[in-house]
């Protein structure tokens, strides 16, 4: 049924021409969600739409049928993807219920000594401070340098003073766009058996890695982010012999007549009806990034993160924070304007047309960290689809900035 459709409506990968991108506005604001998405995902998504709107296993009629093989197949995607073959993925309306749902699962598990990255989200952050307050965890932060290194020698000496139990690091700063050594961290956890969380919110479908590697428990995705699907999908991967209680409880079209959660994987943590529109978009989202490749999708948002930082350095009044030459970073870039707070830059942007994001960007520990607590920083972002034409109109309102002063 799905290839029907992409072969009725001649599905072609979009070229960046094909992107009538002509708001008037120039969008940075990519580490929220990336805009635009490619055209294939607009496409598929309408269409699918308008030829099948059932709910998946709720019914055993052709639609519902095939509304199951669209999940199963985008299911497949990722886990190719992202290497994890071998591991499980479930859906979740978002990366933040993503991370509760194995968070607090992992906390009902009995884990104790949690240690996290400074630069970690509030999805993260409110999540395991509700259950500090009550006693249950105690939460360290692992230690990063001045210049935003992860000292590793430092971090093992970590944990042979207080064993871990579980690690959570976000794999790319969503402030600073630092790439965290994931791997090497997780490694030195796995000596003490800790569990490891991996927020890839940043990075899946943008920087490989190896999910599938024996070292990573958890990799939470965003759908609407570096995976340029639509919001409302997301989820996580995970070892299937992980016995992760459930924290959300619902139907779920399986052993209806049972009242605890069903065994059985994704339907134990895939309560209620699927965002099938949502799967959709993410279906042709990763077909578009297998075409294009993730290789090919990073050196083009490397190049435009380098063009970003090159007109931003032309400004006597902007400091950019967090940017160290040894670093790696996906294409996220902080600043700080010089006798303009943050708040009132985001306003000064939006009138003369340009579209970033300012203040703590839900991450108050990662301004902590960089000395920007509390006024928070101006966020620029960028993506695949970053033009030329949004960069002469980031000039432009820098130059009107830079006048007025």
């Given at each position: 049924?799905?290839e ?29 969600t ?43 995607l ?8 071998a ?21 009902k ?17 409110r999540?395991l ?73 940043q ?99 490397a ?44 306003k ?58």
């Open positions: 049924f799905i029907v459709i992409e072969k009725r409506q001649g599905l072609k990968v979009a070229c960046l021409e094909e992107i009538a991108f002509k708001q008037g506005w120039a969008y940075f604001d990519n580490a929220a990336t805009f635009p998405k490619p055209e294939a995902v607009y496409t598929f998504m309408s269409d699918f739409y308008r030829s099948n709107g059932a709910s998946a296993g709720r019914g055993n009629y052709s639609a519902s049928l095939s509304a199951g093989a669209l999940i199963a197949e985008t299911r497949q990722l886990q190719e993807l992202l290497h994890c073959q591991k499980q993925v479930v859906f979740t309306p978002t990366a933040t219920i993503a991370l509760n749902i194995v968070l607090q699962g992992l906390v598990m009995g884990v104790k000594e949690v240690y996290i990255s400074p630069f970690e989200h509030n999805a993260v952050t999540t401070h509700a259950f500090e307050v009550s006693g249950q965890i105690n939460v360290h932060k692992l230690v990063v340098s001045e210049s935003m290194v992860y000292d590793l020698e430092r971090i093992r000496y970590q944990f042979e003073e207080k064993r871990p139990d579980l690690i959570v690091v976000s794999h790319a700063s969503n402030v600073f766009g630092l790439i965290s050594p994931v791997e090497e961290i997780f490694r030195l956890g796995k000596q003490f058996d800790a569990y490891t969380v991996v927020d890839m919110a990075t899946a479908g943008l920087v490989d890695c190896n999910v599938g590697s024996n070292v990573i428990d958890f990799a939470v995705f965003a759908g609407h982010k570096t995976l340029y699907g639509p919001t409302g999908i997301s989820g996580f991967m995970m070892k299937p012999e992980i016995k992760l209680p459930a924290v959300i409880f619902g139907g779920t079209g399986y052993e209806s007549a049972n009242q605890d959660m069903p065994l059985s994987l994704p339907e134990r943590y895939e309560m209620g009806t699927m965002n099938l529109i949502g799967v959709a978009g993410l279906h042709a989202a990763l077909k578009w990034i297998n075409d294009i490749s993730i290789s090919s999708l990073r050196e083009k948002e190049q435009n993160r380098q063009r970003l930082l090159e007109i931003l350095d032309d400004y006597w009044f902007i400091k950019v924070v967090g940017n160290f030459p040894k670093n790696e970073y996906v294409g996220i870039v902080s600043c700080l304007i010089d006798g303009i707070s943050s708040d009132s830059a985001g000064i942007f939006d009138e003369v047309g340009i579209a970033v994001r300012t203040g703590l960007q839900c991450a108050p520990l990662a301004h902590e960290f960089a000395g920007t607590y509390p006024a928070g920083t101006i966020r620029f972002s960028v993506s695949y689809f970053t033009t030329e034409q949004d960069f002469q109109e980031l000039i432009s309102a820098l130059d009107h900035i830079e006048e007025n002063i």
